[in-house]
């Protein structure tokens, strides 16, 4: 009995390891634009990765959790993407009444 539940709790983890592929056979059974792909997508895919263990680690040095550091961090985000869109827009808009007044229309 003690052997039998050697055999599964040794032979069964032993068994999965020696059937799954490595991530290079993986890697080779891929089709060859999918290989281009994802050799073009590597640093990309690193980079980000490297930004949010660098973000958590930043939230981290904070006395709150780390949900509630970055949810505050989401909100300023999304603030300053609301600012930065409205100056666009003003931008735009000036420059759309600068062409029509050298044109000799009247603006808005």
């Known amino acids: 009995m003690i ?3 050697a055999l599964l709790c040794i ?3 032993a068994l999965v390891y020696y059937v799954s592929p490595s991530e290079e056979e993986l ?3 891929y089709n060859p634009d999918l ?3 994802s050799l073009q997508n590597r640093e990309k895919r690193q980079e980000e990765f490297d930004n949010f263990v660098t973000q958590l680690k930043e939230y981290s040095k904070s006395d709150k959790p780390i ?3 970055a949810a505050e961090q989401d909100r300023r985000n999304r603030a300053n993407q609301a600012l930065e869109q409205q100056r666009t827009t003003e931008e735009l808009q000036k ?3 600068d062409l ?3 044109q000799g229309l009247s603006p808005r």
Do not use: L, N, S, Y
């Open 100 to 102: 029509k007044r050298e």
């Open 3 to 5: 052997a039998g539940g």
């Open 27 to 29: 890697f080779k059974r």
């Open 35 to 37: 290989q281009k792909r």
């Open 95 to 97: 420059q759309r009444d």
């Open 11 to 13: 032979g069964g983890p």
């Open 67 to 69: 949900w509630e550091v």
